[in-house]
């Protein structure tokens, strides 16, 4: 049987109220759930953020840790190098002496480390 202009565009008309209706609830929803996801993955960055400056913090202990411990190696080479001569002036065999630091500065020390360190394939 076939719809009238006047029937087919009521369906049509009934059809874009319902789907009017249709957005209507789903649009709410769908922000609803895209704010979750966006404050989800915000939350998921502050927490890996909060991670890499952990790691950043712990990486500038160890320098300054280091920094100490270059500190302590020059003190005890040097006491050792005095101790040494004194036993040379006593007549006995100076104690063997491990390498003195070669490098003046921090940085220097780290880079001759870490390119000793590849030398023997540790890294």
Known sequence: MPYSDGTLERLLQALGDMRARID?????????????????LRNLSEQQKSILNDCLMGIDRTILDCQSQMDEYRQRHSELAVLNERLACLGAEPVPMPDHLPAETLGDLILARVQGLRVDGKI
């Open 24 to 40: 209507g609830h789903v649009r709410p929803v769908e922000k609803q759930v895209i704010q979750a996801e966006v404050e989800r």
